[in-house]
C-alpha cells in the first residue's frame, strides 16, 4: 500500500527554512543538554535523551557535537533554567498550527510566538484550541530497499510494538505510541535495518487543502518565521502542501 509519507509532510519545510546547519544544530544541543539534565546523561535510562539523539542524528549532527551537547548537560555550572512550552494556534484558512518551544524566558518566546501568528494572517490560541486535530506519536522511516523484505520487516515492527506500517513510494513508515518509539527503534536497528531515522510528532488526523495564494504565501511566511525562531523546536501543522512544493 502506497501512501503520502508523514515524515515528509512534516518534516520538509523545516528542512528547507533550516538551511543553515548552525541554527539547527545549536537548537539540537540545546534540547540535549536539557534531557541530560532532567534525566541524567545514559539514553538507556533516559528516554528524553534517547530521543534528542536521534533526532540530531536525522539532522546528521556530527557525534562530536553531540558529546559536547551531552558533557554541558552534566556540568554543574550553568545556572539556565529551560522549560518546553507547546504553544497551539491557527493559521491562515483555518489550518491548525502546534510549536514546540524550548526557552528560558516564556514570556518573550510567547510574545514572539504570537507575534509572527499576528504578522502571517493567523492568531495565537489557548491551550487545547487545536491539539484535539493532532496525535503525539513516534514516526521510523526506513528507506526502500530491494534487499527488505517487506513482510518481515513489518512483522519485526509489529512485534517490536509499533502501531502501524506503510510502504510509500521510496520508504517504509513504521508508527508507535510516544513510549514504544524508542524501544522499536533500537530493535530494527539491532535487527540490521540500515537508512533509518525517526522522530516523535504531532500528526494532523486530517489535512486542510489551501487555494487562496495569498495565503499560501502567508502560510510560507509563517512556517520560514517560526522555525527562524531560536526556542521553536519543532513546528507541526495540518497544511496539506502542494508535492511540487515537497520537491522543490
Not at 549532527?61 to 555550572?77: C, E, F, L, Q, V
Not at 524501544?183 to 487562496?212: C, Q, S
Request: charge should be negative; glycine fraction near 8%.
Amino acid at each position: 500500500m502506497s501512501g503520502h509519507s508523514k515524515w515528509k509532510t512534516i518534516k520538509n519545510k523545516k528542512g528547507k527554512a533550516d538551511a543553515q546547519r548552525g541554527k539547527i544544530f545549536t537548537k539540537l544541543a540545546r534540547y540535549i543538554t536539557v534531557a541530560v539534565r532532567e534525566g541524567g546523561p545514559d539514553p538507556n535510562y533516559n528516554s528524553s535523551l534517547a530521543t534528542a539523539i536521534e533526532k540530531a542524528k536525522s539532522q546528521n549532527m556530527p557525534n562530536d557535537n553531540i558529546d559536547r551537547a551531552i558533557k554541558t548537560g552534566m556540568a554543574a555550572a550553568s545556572g539556565e533554567n529551560f522549560e518546553t512550552i507547546t504553544y497551539e494556534g491557527y493559521g491562515p484558512s483555518g489550518t491548525a498550527f502546534m510549536v514546540q518551544c524550548l526557552t528560558d524566558n516564556k514570556n518573550r518566546t510567547a510574545a514572539d510566538v504570537r507575534h509572527y501568528f499576528s504578522k502571517n494572517n493567523g492568531n495565537l490560541g489557548t491551550t487545547g484550541c487545536v491539539g484535539y486535530l493532532f496525535s503525539r506519536k513516534g514516526i521510523i522511516e526506513i528507506e526502500l530497499s530491494d534487499s527488505i523484505d517487506e513482510e518481515t520487516l513489518m512483522m519485526q515492527a509489529l512485534e517490536a510494538g509499533a502501531e502501524d506500517f506503510e510502504t510509500q513510494d521510496d520508504s517504509y513508515e513504521i508508527t508507535t505510541a510516544p513510549e514504544d518509539f524508542i524501544k522499536v527503534l533500537h530493535a530494527l536497528k539491532e535487527a540490521g535495518y540500515t537508512n533509518i531515522k525517526g522522530d516523535i510528532m504531532y500528526i494532523p488526523a486530517t489535512t486542510v487543502k489551501v487555494e487562496d495564494e495569498e495565503n499560501v504565501k502567508y502560510l510560507e511566511r509563517l512556517i520560514e518565521a517560526l522555525d527562524d525562531c531560536d526556542d521553536v523546536q519543532e513546528v507541526y501543522h495540518n497544511w496539506d502542501e502542494p508535492e511540487e512544493e515537497e520537491e522543490e
